[in-house]
């Protein structure tokens, strides 16, 4: 199994810090340059609307790494951001395939700290993990597992650029969740670590360079960043009494995944 890690040309701190952890659980990567959202021409990335040019690289990037696996012949690859923190004994999971579910697409190896619904929760044997099919949207895509015949499937997919990458392969957004066997692993074995996001971090950037220009087209998209988050905060509220109903109806199913 093959280790895909994508890391952005300008920032060779990251791969170094990477690097070290590799060296010091005994495990190599394939470096996968990542596309730099920020360097692209204004009409590389208008036809991309709903999108930052962080997201849009990020995605391109992803792209990148499910098709080599597609056309690789391991029967898995996975794919890591260069942001990642891992937990203990991961190393056993980055090389061993042999606990990955018959009929795993996707196996989801981060969390982001929100509840998630879980079907058929498990404790493999002679391991310190869980695992359970994830029904329910869990965003992030730090660390991953995906199946050659799941990335096959999902190059059509990856054609209609429109939705930020962690949507597209952990919601229900353009059905992989529903058409795809996506299992969770419990407590999560990577995370994002806490230093700022290189896409927050170009997407603040980009606002502040569309500010100064003003043009209509693109205040329209400082605007949608601008009402983002409030958007987000409305749907928890508005949902919340939803999500508890399900959670107590379907109990210990309902989980919030811990990393570690």
């Known amino acids: 199994m093959e280790v895909y890690l994508i890391n952005l040309d300008r920032r060779g701190d990251r791969l170094q810090a990477m ?5 010091r659980i005994g495990l190599s990567f394939i470096r996968i340059a990542a596309v730099d959202g ?3 021409s204004q009409d590389e990335r208008d036809w991309v609307y709903s999108l930052t040019p962080g997201e849009i690289g990020c995605y391109l990037s992803h792209k990148k790494c499910i098709e080599l696996i597609a056309a690789s012949q391991n029967e898995y690859g996975v794919v890591l951001e260069d942001d990642v923190q891992f937990s203990d ?11 990955i579910p018959k009929g795993a697409d996707i196996v989801k190896l981060d969390t982001c700290g929100h509840l998630v619904h879980i079907k058929h929760l498990v404790e493999l044997p002679d391991a310190r993990i869980r695992l359970g099919r994830l ?3 869990h965003v992030g895509a730090a660390a991953y597992i995906i199946s050659r015949e799941a990335a096959k499937k999902l190059l059509s997919l990856l054609d209609d650029m429109n939705i930020p990458i ?5 919601t229900h957004d353009r059905g992989v969740l529903n058409n795809m066997t996506v299992c969770q692993v419990i407590p999560a074995l990577c995370q994002q670590s806490g230093s700022p996001s290189t896409i927050n971090l170009d997407r603040d950037i980009w606002m502040q360079k569309q500010v100064k220009s003003a043009r ?7 605007l949608r960043e601008v009402k983002r988050p409030f958007k987000a905060a409305l749907y928890n509220t508005i949902s919340g009494s939803s999500r508890l109903y399900r959670r107590v109806r379907m109990g210990k199913h309902w989980i919030r995944v811990p990393f570690g």
Not at 89 to 99: A, C, F, I, P, Q
């Open 166 to 170: 962690d949507r597209l392969l952990f």
């Open 216 to 222: 209509p087209k693109l205040m329209q998209r400082i």
């Open 38 to 40: 920020m360097l692209m």
């Open 89 to 99: 004994g991961v190393e056993r999971y980055l090389t061993d395939m042999n606990w």
């Open 135 to 137: 029904l329910s949207p």
């Open 19 to 23: 690097q070290k952890t590799f060296d």
